[in-house]
């Protein structure tokens, strides 16, 4: 069965730096995808990145980028410029495209808290 | 805004009482999946339906839940005689057909159930 670690209960960063969200996971399968969402408090859920399991690039979207290291089963978040709005909690999740649910598989969670 | 939306938001009941959740996805969305989130943790899978077909329900699903998705459009989810260990937060979420994007799945407010 496949297990998603989020080591880091909470964190915090000043505003304006880069902080890195760690994530690791267990799977025998080749083919994967994995997600990062955020749930700000009181708001629902979105996707913030994703990445193919297939693809060796690293994924960015604007000022999220992660590091993913597919044979160390890592998959790490890295927020540049932080933002008051990033304030949240961050979920990195696990899907098997090829499983018959397709569902998510999420972490624990880390409570990101940027200060003025 | 047409995102996946659930009714009611909050839902305070007795322990033994039925409730109902309900879940409306994106339009065109076939795929729908319900997750429980229980506090400090991540959510975890519950049900899925493709259409109006459930395809998979996890070990969580106790018998006394049942889940509906009667014309492929809305979800209902049911829980009879609740339990104190039924709090929590209900999450829907739904992802189109066929998809480019890594089967991103769209995620609903949450009902937030209380079982006294």
């Known amino acids: 069965a496949q297990t998603v670690t989020q080591s880091q209960p909470e964190m915090s960063v000043q505003e304006a730096e880069t902080v890195t969200l760690s994530c690791t996971y267990d799977?025998?399968?080749?083919?994967?995808?994995l997600f990062w969402y955020k749930q700000p408090p009181s708001r629902q859920m979105i996707l913030v990145i994703r990445?193919?399991?297939?693809?060796?690039q690293n994924a960015t979207e604007n000022r999220f980028s992660v590091n993913f290291q597919k044979a160390a089963k890592s998959f790490s978040l890295k927020i540049s410029d932080s933002q008051l709005g990033d304030t949240a909690m961050y979920f990195c999740?696990?899907?098997?495209?090829?499983?018959?649910?397709?569902?998510?598989?999420f972490g624990k969670g880390t409570k990101l808290s940027v200060k003025p | 805004d047409t995102g996946v939306s659930q009714d009611p938001r909050h839902k305070i009941t007795k322990r033994g009482q039925n409730v109902t959740f309900r879940c409306d996805p994106i339009?065109?969305?076939?795929?729908l999946y319900w997750y429980r989130q229980t506090l400090g943790q991540g959510p975890e899978f519950l049900t899925y339906?493709?259409?109006?077909?459930?395809?998979?329900k996890s070990r969580l699903l106790s018998d006394r839940f049942s889940a509906e998705r009667p014309k492929g459009s809305f979800s209902t989810l049911e829980i009879q005689r609740t339990e104190q260990g039924d709090s929590a937060m209900y999450l829907c979420?739904?992802?189109?057909?066929?998809?480019?994007?890594?089967?991103?799945?769209?995620f609903g407010p949450g009902t937030r159930l209380t079982v006294l």
């Open positions: 339906f493709q259409n109006e077909a459930q395809l998979e």
């Open positions: 999740a696990f899907m098997n495209p090829g499983g018959s649910q397709g569902n998510l598989i």
């Open positions: 979420a739904s992802s189109p057909p066929t998809s480019g994007r890594g089967n991103e799945q769209f």
């Open positions: 799977t025998s399968e080749n083919n994967y995808y």
């Open positions: 339009s065109e969305h076939n795929r």
């Open positions: 990445q193919e399991a297939y693809k060796q």
